[in-house]
């Protein structure tokens, strides 16, 4: 995924926001009151993504958690932070909420954010940040696209819980799913020596 910041010097309201990226034909996010255009994904990224659709299939559905794709936008701020993560979770079936005619989310267990490298920097800051501060949100997984890594910040309470998974041979505990995913079915048929 490659992102740019779309008029840098202005801050625009949600309804400004929300008005515009109902008319949009590719999705941007909304930051802090700053516009980010999203514009597109490599073949690993991709290919990741299919791949966690297949796995939620498999085993989320049977615990009744509804996934939603990276064409979900999400609520984190109703006046200044609406975005798409890569991959979403919730517990049963989520409301769709409009503003605008912009569809919207609120409300994760999980999100599944997947680096590259336009977006690792805010994925792993500001974002986090504002995804940590959901009250639903158990879990925030960070998934690697150059080896078979990923990381997993998990609610305990009231602190959060970090643990690093890597190699194909090992898998990620999701405790608010009571799951574990295999690292080899997330990195399902991606090609890492293409560096």
């Known amino acids: 995924m490659f992102v740019k910041r779309y008029s840098p010097d202005k801050l625009w309201s949600a309804d400004e926001y929300l008005a515009w990226e109902s008319a949009q034909e590719f999705k941007n996010e909304l930051i802090d009151k700053r516009v980010w ?34 064409r979900a936008c999400l609520q984190i701020d109703p006046e200044s932070t609406f975005v798409y993560p890569d991959f979403m979770l919730f517990a049963g079936m989520p409301q769709e909420h409009f503003r605008f005619n912009q569809c919207f989310f609120k409300d994760p267990t999980v999100v599944f954010e997947i680096l590259s490298p336009s977006t690792e920097n805010m994925d792993r800051g500001r974002k986090k940040e504002l995804y940590l501060q959901l009250e639903s949100l158990q879990t925030y997984i960070l998934i690697s696209q150059d080896r078979p890594l990923i990381e997993a910040h998990t609610r305990k309470a009231d602190d959060w819980g970090f643990r690093i998974c890597s190699g194909m041979d090992a898998s990620l505990a999701i405790p608010a799913l009571d799951c574990e995913i295999p690292l080899r079915e997330v990195y399902r048929r991606v090609n890492f020596e293409d560096d």
């Open 37 to 70: 255009l999203m514009l597109g994904a490599g073949l690993r990224h991709a290919s990741i993504s299919v791949n966690l659709i297949l796995i939620s299939h498999n085993i989320f559905e049977e615990r009744d958690f509804t996934a939603l794709g990276s």
